[in-house]
């Protein structure tokens, strides 16, 4: 496959916040089925606890979190 699309989403909580193990399987789950409900096919779908903020999203939360949101 050559071409594709990407759709990127970004999920922030407390760094202590407890996570069963398998955590990220039901909005994974979720976030499938709303884009196949849509009418288009999914060909993969990653997710991990891995992930890291640019610095513009993390200037973004922390603009957030300064206004009390």
């Given at each position: 496959?050559?071409?594709?699309?990407?759709?990127?989403c970004k999920i922030?909580?407390?760094?202590?916040?407890?996570?069963?193990?398998?955590?990220?399987?039901?909005?994974?789950?979720?976030?499938?089925?709303?884009?196949?409900?849509?009418?288009?096919?999914?060909?993969?779908?990653?997710?991990?606890?891995?992930?890291?903020?640019?610095?513009?999203?993390?200037?973004?939360?922390?603009?957030?979190?300064?206004?009390?949101?």
């Amino acid at each position: 496959m050559v071409k594709y699309k990407v759709w990127n989403c970004k999920i922030v909580m407390p760094y202590d916040a407890e996570l069963p193990s398998g955590f990220d399987r039901p909005p994974r789950r979720v976030a499938i089925e709303a884009v196949e409900n849509a009418g288009v096919h999914v060909i993969s779908c990653f997710s991990g606890w891995g992930g890291t903020l640019t610095k513009t999203e993390l200037e973004v939360l922390n603009e957030g979190l300064s206004n009390g949101h």
